[in-house]
T-cell receptor, first 113, second 113 residues
Framework: DQQVKQNSPSLSVQEGRISILNCDYT??????FLWYKKYPAEGPTFLIS?????DKNEDGRFTVFLNKSAKHLSLHIVPSQPGDSAVYFC????????????FGKGTTLSVSS | DGGITQSPKYLFRKEGQNVTLSCEQN?????MYWYRQDPGQGLRLIYY???????QKGDIAEGYSVSREKKESFPLTVTSAQKNPTAFYLC????????????FGEGSRLTVL
């Protein structure tokens, strides 16, 4: 059973518009969530995170929203840029020391100019 | 510069051969991880280690082995028992006192001929 689900394999957006990437989780023990960005043949890079004590975290063009009751989080990118085109992975952990992250399958974002 | 170094970046192997992927980090992180990426499958955990001389199986450990003799090093051996070894392998590390963020290497692409 997938504990972290990204149900949209791909998303296409025009430059300047908003990109919204969604993620659902099933494990109620998860209390820390992260988004990673990955280009082909490279390792993922950390983008933004949110703790379960918050419902929103913002960093420049990137905002993550957390709805604990729905076990849902989303990443908003505004405005979207062509350089944002990549695979975005949602990840979660129960934040025990050294616990591995559980990743979703990823969403491929394509931003056209 | 601090970081995670994986080698080789590309590796070809004949069926029936074992191969070892190297992962070295100089971030002074206690925890290290191996993930595998396949198209449409996201990142799946193979093994992880929270301290030297100790490691745990992840979701897909069958056909793989690891060792953690030094804090800086966490090599992964893909054995002939692994049925579908062709994949992109990612090594990561994290601080056990941190927020759970993983730092990834650039990855190793293994192709079985």
């Amino acid at each position: 059973d997938q504990q972290v689900k990204q149900n949209s394999p791909s998303l296409s957006v025009q430059e300047g518009r908003i990109s919204i990437l969604n993620c659902d989780y099933t494990n109620s023990m998860f209390d820390y969530f992260l988004w990673y960005k990955k280009y082909p043949a490279e390792g993922p890079t950390f983008l933004i995170s949110i703790s379960s004590i918050k419902d929103k975290n913002e960093d420049g063009r990137f905002t993550v929203f957390l709805n604990k009751s729905a076990k849902h989080l989303s990443l908003h990118i505004v405005p979207s840029q062509p350089g944002d085109s990549a695979v975005y992975f949602c990840a979660a952990t129960d934040n025990q020391a050294g616990t591995a992250l559980i990743f979703g399958k990823g969403t491929t974002l394509s931003v056209s100019s | 510069d601090g970081g995670i170094t994986q080698s080789p970046k590309y590796l070809f192997r004949k069926e029936g051969q074992n191969v070892t992927l190297s992962c070295e980090q100089n971030l002074n992180h206690d925890a290290m991880y191996w993930y595998r990426q396949d198209p449409g499958q996201g990142l799946r955990l193979i093994y992880y280690s929270q301290i030297v001389n100790d490691f745990q199986k992840g979701d897909i450990a069958e056909g793989y082995s690891v060792s953690r003799e030094k804090k800086e090093s966490f090599p992964l051996t893909v054995t002939s028992a692994q049925k579908n070894p062709t994949a992109f392998y990612l090594c990561a590390s994290s601080s056990t006192s941190g927020t759970g963020e993983l730092f990834f290497g650039e990855g190793s692409r293994l192709t079985v001929l």
